[in-house]
């Protein structure tokens, strides 16, 4: 009975180390994406400073009309831009994380 014990104590230490390190590597990757999301915002905002003169979206190098986003996230920066125009919170601002981050 003790040996059964020992062992199932062994599995329970053993299973705790292996959550610590997952939960470890998530904070690390949530650290990551939340600064990705901080430098792209500052991009954007940036851009977006450059860029109301005219109205039209240009990419880094500054070709009118030219963005280096896909289509669909071009669609979705619009709807961020669009909603920080209009003073919307913090909180509605993230459509990928309604779509699961795709």
């Known amino acids: 009975m003790r040996d059964r014990l020992d062992a199932m104590e062994r599995r329970i230490r053993h299973v705790e180390e292996d959550w610590t390190e997952v939960y470890n590597k998530f904070r690390t990757l949530q650290m990551r994406v939340a600064k990705q999301v901080q430098r792209l915002d500052a991009n954007s905002s940036q851009e977006e400073q450059r860029g109301e ?3 039209r979206q240009t990419s880094r190098d500054g070709v009118p009309g030219a963005s280096s986003l896909s289509p669909r996230m071009q669609r979705i920066q619009e709807q961020i831009l669009e909603r ?3 003073g919307a919170p913090a909180e509605s601002l993230s459509p ?3 779509q699961g981050g795709e």
Do not use: S
Request: aromatic share 0%; charged share 55%; glycine share 22%.
């Open 96 to 98: 990928l994380a309604k």
């Open 84 to 86: 920080r125009r209009r």
């Open 53 to 55: 003169g005219d109205g």
